[in-house]
């Protein structure tokens, strides 16, 4: 069967402005999403993998209280 993906772990997480690694598998498609609820989220980077981890820097505009992020992996 089908190897399932390794949840991605979060690492080297720093603020203002946001930017987090984490460890990627090679030839996977992974998406980062933003959320201010919860709710909808937004795509805010998707990549098919080549390197073993991806950096991600926020260039959003900060504009909401709080702000959650997410990885998906395929």
């Keep these: 069967g089908v190897k399932q993906p ?9 603020t203002a402005p946001l930017s987090f690694r984490f460890d990627t598998e090679p030839n996977r498609d992974y998406s980062i999403e933003g959320s201010s609820d919860l709710k909808a989220w937004d795509v805010l980077e998707q990549f098919k993998s080549t390197k073993r981890s991806h950096q991600f820097k926020n260039n959003r505009d900060n504009k ?3 702000q959650y992020y997410r990885v998906r992996v395929e």
């Design 6 to 14: 390794n949840a991605p772990v979060l690492r080297d997480i720093t």
């Design 64 to 66: 909401f209280p709080h």
